[in-house]
């Protein structure tokens, strides 16, 4: 098992930035990639952001060159650098992480990010 911590959403005016990071515990062997799903009212949760264990990375294509995924592997822990955000950014915010066998084993609380002004 492997619990996930959430920390950083908030309410931001357009063009503002936020950084949300994701501690992990527990089964943390297991973990290939650790990311970020998000959820908009009526709308489908969808990918975001993911960073591999071998630092590669996956980016949403209304995300690519505003937010940054990293990872720092000592403290098990993810964060997603958004700048330029948008109205459309606007959402709840999932941590998630993914085994070796492509399967997503985890996911956190949730974190809402609101984009207005």
């Known amino acids: 098992q492997v619990q996930l911590v959430e920390s950083g959403g908030g309410l931001v005016q357009p063009g503002g930035s936020l950084r949300l990071s994701c501690a992990a515990s527990?089964?943390?062997?297991?973990?290939?990639?650790m990311g970020w799903h998000r959820q908009a009212p009526g709308k489908e949760r969808e990918l975001v952001a993911r960073?591999?264990?071998?630092?590669?990375?996956n980016y949403a294509d209304s995300v690519k060159g505003r937010f940054t995924i990293s990872r720092d592997n000592a403290k098990n822990t993810v964060y997603l650098q958004m700048n330029s955000l948008k109205p459309g950014d606007t959402a709840v915010y999932y941590c998630?992480?993914?085994?070796?066998?492509?399967?997503?084993?985890?996911w956190g609380q949730g974190t809402q990010v609101t984009v207005s002004s």
């Open positions: 960073i591999g264990s071998g630092r590669s990375t």
């Open positions: 998630y992480t993914e085994n070796f066998r492509g399967v997503i084993n985890s």
């Open positions: 527990g089964s943390i062997i297991n973990i290939n990639y």
